[in-house]
């Protein structure tokens, strides 16, 4: 008597605990646009992954309100897939289109967990401004918008819901990132131009220039003989004079033109490394190159001067500091406000 008691409490918590436990919905496909062209594209890709079968709806991110499906992602993703066969698709693998097809779903929850946020916190958009935005974005088109989307699975009313809730998510962050816009401190300045002093440092810079022959259309031969030919001609330059007395020989024309100038300076560091070192292992006060090759070809530098890296005082990168400094800290912001909604909606791949 006293067993059958126990297990008749046991049936009833039982009950009662399956009876309490909350269904969660699934986020809602009713603004997609499931047209027999797109199911049989995600019925041929059935056959890579069962996440494409959209007859069968499958969770692939919970959170503690609702779920993001296989059905919901499709239509974000199918436009990535539209242009390839199954075959094709398959090349990238079942496993790696199934961890993409998660991740979609997690950036999906993430944006809805974000539009509930924003509208529990008071921001809105009205009709009128969602409507402004799709003519801006569009440019006024919307008759060839809704030409395109007759190809995809977007509504216009998904469009429209869409863009509401981007404005929306938009409007709550700029509150929020509204509270980091003030500047930073002196000393907080003065600590970021220590510590990143690349920041404040001009590269050392060279004023050069180049006669050259293109190589890139020839054979192994042709550039052989390339190559005798300007060291033939390096041979022959001796000061500055004789440089420029043998600009005319250069493939450069655009240069030749300007004294064979290659830019207003070249700075160290921008350019193929055999190049960076041909023009600054010269002296500051200017030197002419060996030949030296490059993907395109064969140059002979000629150096006017090289001016030395150096610090810029702070007072004239203060603003662009200052900048940086509230954008970081927003960014910083927008950041940990992510982290906190996901952690609250509970955001979990399955």
Do not use: W
């Amino acid at each position: 008597m006293k067993f059958t008691k126990i297990i008749t409490i046991f049936t009833i918590c039982l009950i009662l605990c399956c009876c309490g436990k909350k269904e969660l919905p699934n986020l809602s496909t009713e603004l997609f646009n499931y047209t027999s062209e797109i199911m049989a594209k995600a019925n041929e890709l059935s056959e890579v992954s069962p996440l494409f079968d959209l007859d069968k709806e499958t969770v692939l991110v919970t959170t503690k309100d609702f779920n993001v499906t296989n059905k919901y992602t499709f239509p974000f993703i199918y436009g990535e897939v539209m242009q390839y066969t199954a075959e094709i698709i398959r090349m990238f693998g079942a496993e790696q289109l199934e961890e993409h097809f998660r991740e979609l779903a997690r950036s999906r929850a993430m944006n809805e967990a974000l539009y509930r946020e924003a509208i529990a916190a008071g921001f809105d958009v009205s009709d009128d401004a969602v409507t402004a935005g799709i003519n801006q974005a569009f440019e006024g088109d919307l008759a060839g918008l809704e030409s395109e989307l007759d190809k995809m699975p977007f509504s216009m009313g998904f469009i429209r819901d869409d863009f509401k809730r981007t404005m929306t998510i938009q409007q709550y962050r700029d509150a929020l990132i509204e509270k980091f816009n003030t500047p930073p401190s002196d000393a907080a300045i003065l600590k970021y131009y220590n510590d990143n002093p690349e920041l404040s440092t001009k590269k050392k810079r060279a004023i050069a220039r180049h006669i050259f022959r293109n190589t890139e259309d020839m054979d192994d031969e042709q550039k052989k003989n390339a190559l005798s030919e300007m060291k033939s001609l390096r041979s022959a330059i001796d000061t500055t004079s004789d440089f420029m007395a043998m600009l005319s020989k250069s493939d450069d024309k655009d240069t030749v033109a300007n004294g064979g100038l290659i830019a207003e300076y070249v700075e160290q560091g921008d350019t193929a490394e055999d190049v960076d070192n041909a023009i600054f292992s010269q002296p500051a006060t200017g030197g002419i190159s060996d030949v030296v090759e490059s993907k395109f070809g064969y140059h002979i530098f000629m150096v006017d001067s090289i001016t030395p890296s150096e610090r810029v005082p702070l007072e004239d990168v203060r603003a662009q500091i200052e900048q940086i400094m509230i954008i970081d800290r927003q960014n910083e912001a927008i950041d940990a406000e992510t982290k906190r909604v996901a952690k609250k909606y509970q955001i979990k791949i399955k």
